[in-house]
């Protein structure tokens, strides 16, 4: 069974600055996707980043880039220059087979 | 906006009762997905169509079912609602069969609440 583990329940920073949430999942597929999802208050899951298991190549979009270590399965975000906008949950997800795993989600909060 | 839409955003009800939430994915895509998002359970899969028919099965209990029309918009029926069903319900879709070389686009989703 596919599994994703999010260690942080919670995440601070401060405004401006960077913050790195950290994702680990487990599998036996070869092939798949990995992608951070971003839930603020309104509760719509927002596709942030998505990650190709067969790219070497780490996935950016605009101040998001994530860190893919295949060996280790281990797949963190990084916010760089952090505003507030960015403060929600954030979903690790796993995609493998015809669904969605996800991690319990971390919150990231950020102070003004 | 992701392009998939979901009715009603809310729904209040009662135990025993049965309801139907209705989700149209974005142009284009033929997978629908239905997701349960619960504070205990947090985000589990349910079930995916394809182009009409069952593809994948998740923790869907069985008085739940789901069918996606020949327009592509999909409805879950929950029946004999039970109090811990209260949870929010996304619909996701893409434009793929297998998930996994995929990226699913969530709808807003709609609350449930069982009273």
């Known amino acids: 069974a596919q599994t994703v583990t999010q260690s942080q329940p919670e995440m601070s920073v401060q405004e401006a600055e960077t913050v790195t949430l950290s994702c680990t999942y487990d599998?036996?597929?070869?092939?798949?996707?990995l992608f951070w999802y971003k839930q603020p208050p309104s509760r719509q899951m927002i596709l942030v980043i998505r990650?190709?298991?067969?790219?070497?190549q780490n996935a950016t979009e605009n101040r998001f880039s994530v860190n893919f270590q295949k060996a280790a399965k281990s797949f963190s975000l990084k916010i760089s220059d952090s505003q507030l906008g960015d403060a929600a949950m954030y979903f690790c997800?796993?995609?493998?087979?015809?669904?969605?795993?996800f991690g319990g989600g971390t919150r990231l909060m950020v102070k003004p | 906006d992701s392009g998939v839409t979901q009715t009603p955003k809310h729904l209040i009800t009662a135990t025993g009762q049965r309801v139907t939430l209705r989700c149209s994915p974005r142009?284009?895509?033929?997978?629908v997905y239905w997701y349960q998002q619960s504070l205990d359970q947090g985000l589990q899969f349910l079930i995916q169509?394809?182009?009409?028919?069952?593809?994948a099965k998740g923790n869907i209990l069985e008085r739940f079912s789901a069918q996606q029309f020949p327009d592509l918009h999909s409805e879950l029926n929950l029946s004999s609602l039970e109090l811990g069903d209260s949870a929010l319900y996304f619909c996701?879709?893409?434009?793929?069969?297998?998930?996994?070389?995929?990226?699913?686009?969530f709808g807003p989703g709609t609350r449930l609440t069982v009273l």
């Open positions: 599998t036996s597929e070869s092939d798949y996707y």
């Open positions: 996701a879709s893409s434009d793929k069969d297998r998930a996994s070389t995929d990226t699913q686009y």
């Open positions: 990650q190709e298991a067969y790219k070497q």
């Open positions: 169509y394809y182009n009409g028919e069952e593809r």
């Open positions: 142009s284009g895509d033929l997978s």
């Open positions: 997800a796993f995609n493998a087979g015809n669904m969605l795993t």
